[in-house]
Structure formats: structure tokens, C-alpha cells
């Protein structure tokens, strides 16, 4: 009955998906229907120190959550898959539970701090993925509280797609916090420039070492083979070169019997 309502589920949170995407809610249509309303929307944001602090704040809770975490989550779980000791593995598991709680509870308190401060007209694609994203951020845990026991057929399934929503929520994250800073250029005539760079060297930092991270893995493992064929190769040499030294004595001895 679970597997059948997370199948359900799937495909309705796909339609809001596109539905969010592509057509503008209420908020949004009222503004195409005053122009006054949309203009003002469009004028530049006089900051307050008040303001200013709360937008900043509100940025970083957003990426800590989907730009940090988040990631730092799935490099752990991917770590963990490939380490031989049980204890380790172990940690790395409640780390990554505990780097994605904390992701969670900060993606919760941006937005609140956005719904509290800010105008939630959600007429931008910046807004309508950030709502779509605090839904997601509270699916993914719940769904990996729900995984199915090993040896389980369903298991394959809820593992791809456990990981599937995860690498989609560190992706849309970070595109949308891209987005976000474009926004708020746009909106105080500030330049972003430099957090645009720390974010990207970030995130190609993060990729890197996820695409990397299984190579590395078969590469440890052939050097430990080839230091193991080596040391074979070389207890074999030792052992000729004994032989060598000191011949086995094939010659008969003749006992002679004094009668």
C-alpha cells in the first residue's frame, strides 16, 4: 500500500511541478492585471539596514541548506558505500542523516523569513522554484525514513528513487540560488559578482569530487592488488634464489660393511 501511494504520488508531484513552472498563480496574475501594481515590482528596492540584513540572512540560509549540506550529504552517503569498516560506514550514515536534518531546518527557516519580510507575489521563476523546493526538502527525509528493509524487491526502487530526488534537490538548489542573486542585482543594482564566483568554484569543487570519488575508489584498489602481485612475485624470487644457494644433495651415500 506505501509503494502504491509513493507511485501516485510521483506522478501528481510532476503535474504541480509543470503546472508551478508554467502558469503563473493567483498573486501573479493580479500583477499582469494592474500595471501599476507590476511596475512598482519593478522598481528598484530601496534597502534598509533592517532589509538588507534580513535578505542576506534569508541567502544564507538558502545556500548553507541546498548549496552546502545538502551536497556535503550526498558526498557522504556515496563515501560511505565504498568503505570496508562497519563502524565507519555507520558514521558516515548518521552524518549524512545529520547533514540533511540541518539542511532541512535551515531551508525552513529561510522561508519563513521570506513569507515574514518579504513580497510573496511568486510572479518569478526564482519564487516558484523556491516553493517547489521547500516542498521537496521536507519529501526527501520523509522518504528516507521510509526505506524498505534490505533483501526487499522494492528496495532497488526506493534507493534510485531516494537518490534521484536528492541529486535534483542539490541541483535546482543551486541553480536557484543563482537565480536568487540575480534577482537581488537586479532588484538593488548591487554587484553579485564576487559570490557568483565562490558559489561556482563551490559547486564545480562538490561535482568534482562526486564524479571522481568512485574512480578513485578503483584506483585505490588496483594499487593494493598490484602491491599485493608484487610482493608475491617477490616471495617467489626469494625462494629461487634460496634453492640456488644451497643445492639439495641428490648424491647417494654408500654405507660400507665391515664384516
Not at 535534483?168 to 536568487?180: E, I, K, M, Q
Request: glycine share 8%; aromatic share 8%.
Amino acid at each position: 500500500m506505501l509503494l502504491f501511494g509513493r507511485k501516485r504520488l510521483l506522478p501528481a508531484l510532476s503535474g504541480c511541478v509543470v503546472l508551478l513552472l508554467v502558469n503563473p498563480i493567483h498573486g501573479a496574475s493580479d500583477n499582469s492585471a494592474d500595471p501599476n501594481q507590476r511596475d512598482n515590482a519593478m522598481q528598484p528596492l530601496e534597502l534598509t539596514p533592517r532589509l538588507s540584513l534580513q535578505l542576506k540572512l534569508h541567502a544564507f540560509l538558502l545556500w548553507s541548506s541546498v548549496g552546502f549540506l545538502m551536497p556535503i550529504g550526498v558526498l557522504l552517503i556515496r563515501v560511505s558505500s565504498n568503505v570496508r569498516s562497519p563502524k565507519t560506514a555507520k558514521a558516515l550514515f548518521y552524518c549524512h542523516v545529520a547533514s540533511q536534518m540541518a539542511g532541512v531546518i535551515l531551508a525552513t527557516a529561510g522561508a519563513a523569513l521570506s513569507v515574514k519580510n518579504f513580497e510573496n507575489a511568486f510572479d518569478n521563476a526564482h519564487q516558484r522554484v523556491g516553493l517547489l523546493l521547500y516542498g521537496l526538502l521536507w519529501l526527501q527525509p520523509l522518504i528516507g525514513f521510509l526505506r524498505p528493509d534490505r533483501g526487499l524487491k522494492v528496495r532497488s526502487v526506493w534507493y534510485f528513487g531516494h537518490w534521484f530526488l536528492g541529486i535534483t534537490l542539490c541541483v535546482v538548489g543551486v541553480a536557484n540560488v543563482y537565480t536568487g542573486l540575480h534577482a537581488y542585482k537586479e532588484r538593488t543594482g548591487r554587484s553579485v559578482k564576487l559570490c557568483t564566483a565562490l558559489l561556482t568554484v563551490e559547486v564545480s569543487g562538490m561535482a568534482l569530487v562526486y564524479l571522481v570519488q568512485d574512480r578513485w575508489d578503483h584506483v585505490v584498489r588496483q594499487r593494493r592488488r598490484r602491491q599485493e602481485e608484487e610482493e608475491e612475485a617477490g616471495g617467489d624470487e626469494r625462494s629461487s634464489s634460496e634453492g640456488a644457494a644451497y643445492p639439495a644433495n641428490d648424491h647417494k651415500e654408500v654405507a660400507v660393511v665391515v664384516p
